[in-house]
């Protein structure tokens, strides 16, 4: 997988003639071009010569692509056996670049995000407009970059990342106490991904704030 930083234009011809796809739709001149591993190796040098930059992601595998097809059916037959309640606050999916409403199918919306371009500008666009903070769960700058282009540079972006053996940074936390998605801004006893997504679902849950915070789906 590669990130292009170029119009739409640009990365549709750096497209053509080989086996890639659209991943991620970030921003308007911002993409992720998933595919065959030598297609890949190819990109810099074939975006080079229409001015384009491009940085190859540290990807096992080209995800949200027809690759994952194979997949698909397992996938869909594990999430076809849960029981998904209605969204409790505003939800917006990065499947569909939209609001999230009641009445949606949570099963097919994670069952296709496997094997469709994830639309993030859309669903940053949309989180963008109403919000006064942006705390991304993944240690991504170009995405950060993308996000605070979607907010016109007047929202604070900042990372919280939930990977292994990482907490949030003290801004982070921070941050996120002051929205009242958490009750406590000192770190969790336990470290980890296990501890932190403990602490954050259950403190978001059960001390919403005097505002309504809004969720994000980055599947």
């Known amino acids: 997988m590669a990130r292009v930083l170029a119009e739409p234009g640009t990365a549709a011809r750096l497209r053509a003639g080989t086996g890639l796809v659209v991943a991620a739709h970030e921003g308007p ?10 297609d890949i190796r190819a990109l810099p040098r074939r975006a080079a010569g229409l001015g384009a930059a491009v940085d190859v992601l540290d990807a096992g595998c080209a995800l949200h692509s027809p690759a994952i097809r ?11 056996g849960q029981r998904f309640g209605d969204p409790r606050r505003r939800l917006i999916s990065a499947v569909t ?12 919306v994670l069952g296709a995000q496997l094997t469709r ?15 006064d903070l942006v705390v991304l769960t993944a240690p991504d700058a170009a995405l950060a970059a993308a996000t605070a282009a979607g907010g016109r540079g007047r929202l604070p972006v900042l990372s919280a990342p939930l990977a292994r ?14 929205a009242g998605a958490i009750g406590n801004v000192m770190p969790p006893a336990e470290t980890g991904r296990a501890g932190v997504e403990r602490t954050v679902r259950s403190e978001y849950s059960e001390n919403p704030g005097p505002r309504q915070a809004e969720a994000f789906a980055p599947a």
């Open 29 to 38: 001149a911002q993409h992720v071009l998933a595919g065959p591993a030598a």
């Open 117 to 131: 371009p994830a639309l993030l500008a859309g669903a940053l666009a949309l989180a963008c407009a109403d919000a």
């Open 97 to 108: 670049g939209l609001d999230v409403p009641v009445s949606a199918d949570i099963r097919w």
């Open 70 to 80: 194979p997949c698909e059916p397992p996938w869909r037959a594990v999430v076809g």
């Open 165 to 178: 053996r990482t907490t949030p940074s003290p801004e982070a936390r921070a941050a996120l106490f002051a």
